[in-house]
T-cell receptor, first 114, second 114 residues
Framework: DTGVSQDPRHKITKRGQNVTFRCDPI?????LYWYRQTLGQGPEFLTY????????KSRLLSDRFSAERPKGSFSTLEIQRTEQGDSAMYLC????????????FGSGTRLTVV | AQTVTQSQPEMSVQEAETVTLSCTYD???????LFWYKQPPSRQMILVIR??????QNATENRFSVNFQKAAKSFSLKISDSQLGDAAMYFC???????????FGDGTTLTVKP
């Protein structure tokens, strides 16, 4: 297993453009999470999936953010009409259902909105 | 909602010495799970150690151990025989047994001096 993969590693976009990130979790893991991390802060929860079902979405997440996990495999996170405040590291993680099972994180996608 | 507080933004330790990173959390639940994650510079976050709240025995993983004080809602990480490779940002995280997501603290940056 190659771990959790995220693509791209870096993305620079102009304000107002749409961006999409991809995450490939560990194949045996049925849960997939998206977090956002800004400099000097801890990861902030965005949303998570169990198989293909999106079970929770942060109330802090605006309608410009959407995530999918078709067929319970890879996931995509789309940000529409990007704003400078969206600049951050977007982290994907996967895990088993058991709550004592920690996350396996990907390397993240660093988004810069100019 | 649960909150996790790491009151030490930065810590430093001499190589081969011992250092303790602090974490406190706020919860009304009696059953939960606590984690420490390590994020080296420009590298992905990895799980260091986990603790189930129902276990009185403190978890240990090689040079890493925790001091879990349930009544005080405290969960500190002790790193013994510190190595240069331990330099990283360390995050404490809380996970409810009924929730998929984890709540992270804002991290402690650990510097290891040779």
């Amino acid at each position: 297993d190659t771990g959790v993969s995220q693509d791209p590693r870096h993305k620079i976009t102009k304000r107002g453009q749409n961006v999409t990130f991809r995450c490939d979790p560990i194949s045996e893991h049925n849960r997939l999470y998206w977090y956002r991390q800004t400099l000097g802060q801890g990861p902030e929860f965005l949303t998570y999936f169990q198989n293909e079902a999106q079970l929770e979405k942060s109330r802090l997440l605006s309608d410009r953010f959407s995530a999918e996990r078709p067929k319970g495999s890879f996931s995509t996170l789309e940000i529409q009409r990007t704003e400078q405040g969206d600049s951050a590291m977007y982290l994907c993680a996967s895990s088993l259902i058991e709550p004592n099972y920690g996350y396996t994180f990907g390397s993240g996608t660093r988004l810069t909105v100019v | 909602a649960q909150t996790v507080t790491q009151s030490q933004p930065e810590m430093s330790v001499q190589e081969a010495e011992t250092v303790t990173l602090s974490c406190t959390y706020d919860t009304s639940e009696s059953d939960y799970y606590l984690f420490w994650y390590k994020q080296p510079p420009s590298r992905q976050m990895i799980l260091v150690i986990r603790q189930e709240a129902y276990k009185q025995q403190n978890a240990t993983e090689n040079r890493f151990s925790v001091n879990f004080q349930k009544a005080a809602k405290s969960f500190s990480l002790k790193i013994s025989d510190s190595q240069l490779g331990d330099a990283a940002m360390y995050f404490c995280a809380y996970r409810s047994p009924n929730a998929g997501k984890s709540t992270f603290g804002d991290g402690t940056t650990l510097t290891v001096k040779p």
